[in-house]
C-alpha cells in the first residue's frame, strides 16, 4: 500500500524556521518525483518545490525561492523542505505528493498520483 506521512508543521513567528517531512512507505522515493504543495484557506493548492527522480534537480516557486530547500533522504525514504525566514503568507497547509512520469511540475497537481495527509503550517506573531 502506497501511503505519505508529513510531519513537521506547526505555528511559528515570521523569520522563523521549519522543516516538513515526508516519509513514504509501499514505494521507493527515489524512483518518483516528489512535489511539495500547499492550500492556503480559501485558495487552490499552489506548487512550492519538486525534486526530480532523473537527476536530483530541485524546482522551486519563485515565492520561496531562497528561502525554502528540499531534499531526499534515500536511506529513510523520506523527502524533507526546510523552510527558513517564514512569513505569515506561507500559511497553509502543505502536502507531499508523487509524480511518476513527465518529471517535475509545479503549475499543475496533474500527474500526482499519490499525495499525503497535510501538515499545517501556521507563521504569525
Known amino acids: 500500500q502506497v501511503q505519505f506521512v508529513e510531519s513537521g508543521g506547526g505555528l511559528v513567528q515570521p523569520g522563523g524556521s521549519l522543516r516538513l517531512s515526508c516519509a513514504a512507505s509501499?514505494?521507493?522515493?527515489?524512483?518518483?518525483?516528489i512535489g511539495w504543495f500547499r492550500q492556503a484557506p480559501g485558495k487552490g493548492r499552489e506548487g512550492v518545490s519538486c525534486f526530480s527522480s532523473s537527476d536530483g534537480s530541485t524546482y522551486y516557486a519563485d515565492s520561496v525561492k531562497g528561502r525554502f530547500t528540499i531534499s531526499r533522504d534515500n536511506a529513510k525514504n523520506t523527502v524533507y523542505l526546510q523552510m527558513s525566514s517564514l512569513k505569515p503568507e506561507d500559511t497553509a497547509v502543505y502536502y507531499c505528493a508523487a509524480r511518476r512520469y513527465g518529471g517535475c511540475v509545479l503549475t499543475s497537481t496533474a500527474g500526482y498520483d499519490y499525495w499525503g495527509q497535510g501538515t499545517q503550517v501556521t507563521v504569525s506573531s
Open positions: 509501499g514505494f521507493t522515493l527515489r524512483y518518483l518525483n
